[in-house]
């Protein structure tokens, strides 16, 4: 799937335009900047659009004119753009790599490459080490700082990637092997199985008697950029879309045991092992051995726990965080499962900067099976988002209750809105306008550079309006790309429990909570709500790495509010 690629280089074409002065530009960056987003955003392979309907086809996607589509087209026939080509040239930057740290935009970027001659983030740390940029006019030495921190960061972060980005490729490399034939089972393992937020390499296991012909097949997977080590029972290789996998074939009799060891982690094995030896078994990757040197594994992991006299336990739970001690007293908790979700309730239409009418977002939640969804659009001080006003909204809920109303009851759209919370803590709507909305959603976006007891009192006021009905996005932190603001989340959630007031945990690319964060705040006497912050239909299927971070941090479905069907749901936000 090229689609990422291409997103890429077309916004690298936008920055590149950006430069540059003629009448046009400006035109033209807007409508790079537009393709990119849809194609970054689309779930079909852009290969597979331009297959089925050719140019005319990819000139149907939103944003998508005439000009950009031909160059699409070139690079699905060429792997080449010729513009982009010439533009690198002018401008040879590194430019996705720059842009990936935190506080360099495109123009700033750019501005560095003319000035300082700046290429790359190589020649960006150098500038830095030597106090350069502290000195051009417009940036100065708050500006180093803040390039610093993002340096740091990207370097902290770097090498792992996204759940969900990282999942369906996996699970995607499955499919095929289980397809070859060649295998009996297969499946993901590693952090990947254990929905751990970012993944550092990918782990696969299969049954098979035929190792040599399925590493053969799995290193000619058109997924496959290169192979690192390949052998009749373990290979691993460089995958295009920038992971390491490694494949592991299997014995029948070795599965449970191997697939134990390699869910992991690491630390929650080691402690899973200290309780085969006080038992007087021996536990590795190849099976549990008893004290007369018998294999009693077998084929499921569940035989290894209850050999161990332990329950089993989700995958998601194995980070030794006292799951262990749970389970040998046989007390895990019965989590919660993406089934369990009855609806979702931050979602975003193109009233705003979504992508879809509110009625397609209506109708693909009913697709899902869902009973309802709450529909929050971003307010007025956002810009970019083209937030609305007062009146804005009061236009979204009139349409609402008509769309209700045709909806006979068979679906239900909450009237809502993701509010900003400003920065002194009051609300980016009137109380009038709030008050008519059945789930408000409260959200921290801008001035976010707050030392950590002004942030606090400021979530804190906006919380005691008592018009919030979820908190979005408590820490504001975007997985890999923002790092979260400082807050004292224990007194926020102090605040939530007085007042009612839901945390989120963001399904989107931001994970936020984190599982450490809702295992720090479970301990008050709040609710949680697992939305997607969908901008497009497509994204509600975001919301098992929602579900997957909250087993991760202990939840049952009774503590998630948009768990409960309708009536209970409408009682609870009344609240
Ligand atoms: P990652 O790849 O960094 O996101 O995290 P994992 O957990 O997938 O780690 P990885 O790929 O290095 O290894 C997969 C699993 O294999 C890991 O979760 C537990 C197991 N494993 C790896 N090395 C060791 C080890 O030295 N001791 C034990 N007990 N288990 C290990
Ligand atoms: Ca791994
Ligand atoms: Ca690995």
Same mark, same amino acid.
Request: glycine share 10%; no cysteine.
């Given at each position: 799937m090229e689609n990422k690629r291409i997103a890429e280089i077309l916004s690298e074409i936008a920055a590149m335009i950006s430069l540059t002065d003629y009448p046009t530009a400006k035109f033209e960056v807007r409508a790079y900047q537009k393709a990119s987003l849809t194609i970054g955003t689309l779930q079909e392979p852009i290969e597979e659009v331009y297959k089925k309907g050719g140019l005319k086809a990819l000139m149907e996607?939103? +944003?998508?004119?005439k000009s950009i589509a031909s160059h699409i087209e070139e690079y699905i026939k060429t792997g080449k753009i010729k513009k982009y080509d010439d533009l690198k040239r002018k401008y040879p930057i590194d430019m996705a790599g720059l842009t990936s #740290?935190?506080?360099?935009g495109a123009k700033k970027a750019l501005i560095l490459y003319k000035k300082?001659? #700046? &290429?790359?983030i190589d020649d960006l740390k150098k500038a830095l080490e030597q106090h $350069? *940029?502290?000195?051009l006019e417009g940036f100065g030495p708050r500006s180093e700082e803040v390039l610093q921190k993002g340096l740091a960061f990207q370097a902290s972060s770097s090498g792992r990637m996204l759940i969900s980005e990282a999942l369906p490729v996996a699970e995607n490399l499955v499919a095929q092997l289980i397809k070859s034939? /060649?295998?009996e089972r297969a499946m993901v393992a590693g952090s990947a199985r254990r929905m751990?937020?970012?993944?550092g390499d990918l782990d696969l296991l299969v049954i098979s008697k035929r190792g040599e012909d399925v590493m053969d097949f799995f290193i000619k997977l $058109?997924?496959?950029?290169? *192979? *690192?080590a390949k052998g009749p029972t373990k290979s691993a290789v460089r995958l295009k879309m920038g992971l390491n996998c490694d494949l592991r074939v299997l014995e029948p009799k070795s599965f449970g045991a191997a697939v134990q060891y390699f869910t992991g982690s690491k630390d929650h094995n080691i402690q899973v092992r200290q309780i085969a030896i006080d038992k007087g078994y021996k536990l590795n990757e190849y099976g549990l051995l008893d004290r007369k040197g018998k294999?009693?594994?077998?084929?499921?992991?569940e035989h290894i726990y209850e050999k161990l006299g332990m329950q089993w336990m989700p995958?998601?739970?194995?980070?030794?965080? +006292?799951e262990v001690k749970l389970a040998l007293a046989h007390k895990i908790p019965t989590l919660i499962e993406v089934?369990? #979700? $009855?609806?979702?309730l931050h979602t975003h239409t193109k009233?705003?900067?979504?992508?879809?009418?509110l009625e397609e977002m209506a109708q693909a939640a009913m697709k899902l099976g869902y009973e309802y969804i709450a529909n929050t659009d971003h307010t007025k001080s956002e810009p970019v988002t083209k937030g609305k006003d007062d009146k804005g909204f009061e236009q979204i809920m009139k349409k609402t209750d008509k769309l209700n109303d045709s909806l006979n009851g068979k679906f239900t759209i909450l009237k809502g809105a993701e509010c900003d919370i400003l920065k002194d803590g009051? /609300?980016?709507?009137s109380a009038k306008t709030l008050k008519q909305m059945d789930c408000v959603v409260g959200a921290v976006h801008m001035n976010? &550079?707050?030392d950590e007891k002004q942030m606090t009192d400021r979530i804190i006021k906006a919380l005691d309006t008592?018009? *919030?009905h979820v908190l979005a996005h408590p820490t504001g932190r975007i997985v890999n790309i923002r790092e979260p603001y400082k807050v004292d989340l224990e007194k926020v959630a102090e605040a939530a429990e007085r007042n009612n007031v839901v945390l989120e945990i963001n399904? @989107?690319?931001?994970?936020?909570?984190n599982d450490t964060n809702i295992m720090l705040v479970s301990k008050y006497k709040v609710m949680f709500a697992i939305d997607?912050?969908? %901008?497009?239909? %497509?994204?509600?299927? /975001?919301i098992r790495y929602g579900v997957g971070t909250a087993r991760r941090g202990w939840?049952? $479905?009774?503590?998630?509010? @948009?768990?409960?069907q309708l009536d209970k749901l409408k009682k609870m936000l009344a609240k």
């Open positions: 996607l939103p +944003g998508v004119g #740290i935190q506080g360099m300082l001659e #700046i &290429k790359n $350069k *940029i502290s000195k034939g /060649l295998v751990r937020e970012t993944v $058109k997924d496959v950029e290169s *192979i *690192i294999d009693v594994g077998g084929l499921e992991e995958p998601e739970m194995r980070e030794a965080r +006292g089934k369990d #979700i $009855k609806g979702d009233e705003t900067d979504g992508a879809n009418s009051s /609300l980016d709507l976010t &550079k707050m008592g018009l *919030i399904s @989107n690319s931001r994970l936020d909570l997607t912050d969908s %901008h497009r239909t %497509h994204e509600y299927s /975001l939840l049952t $479905k009774e503590r998630v509010l @948009n768990a409960l």
